[in-house]
């Protein structure tokens, strides 16, 4: 039943050495979120561990809900920052 869980997946949204990175660093960083946040997504919903949870504890899809939906904020606040980083810092005119 705990394999059915979906883990905890959030990120800070400022870390330390955010602001030192250059353009490729960001860009990188944002290319590996996005991958994650699509991950993080897929694991929301009807899914088939949502689906097994169900039948043997209800309350789970709950609880599954709750953390995909944290993990995509947290994704999603990091990809905003970073987004402000690389265009104060790489789409200067």
């Known amino acids: 039943m705990i394999a059915g869980c979906v883990s905890n997946q959030t990120v800070q949204t400022v870390q330390a050495g955010d602001f030192d990175m250059n353009c490729a660093q960001l860009n990188m ?3 590996n979120l996005g991958a994650k946040f699509e991950e ?3 694991e929301s919903g009807a899914t088939g561990d949502n689906v097994a949870l169900g039948f043997f504890f209800w309350p789970g899809i709950i609880v599954n809900e709750q953390q995909a939906k944290k993990n995509q904020d947290s994704i999603n606040a990091r990809l905003t920052h970073l987004t ?10």
């Not at 402000?84 to 005119?93: E, F, R, V, W």
């Open 40 to 42: 993080v997504k897929s």
């Open 29 to 31: 960083e944002l290319t």
């Open 84 to 93: 402000k980083l690389y265009s104060g810092k790489c789409l200067k005119d």
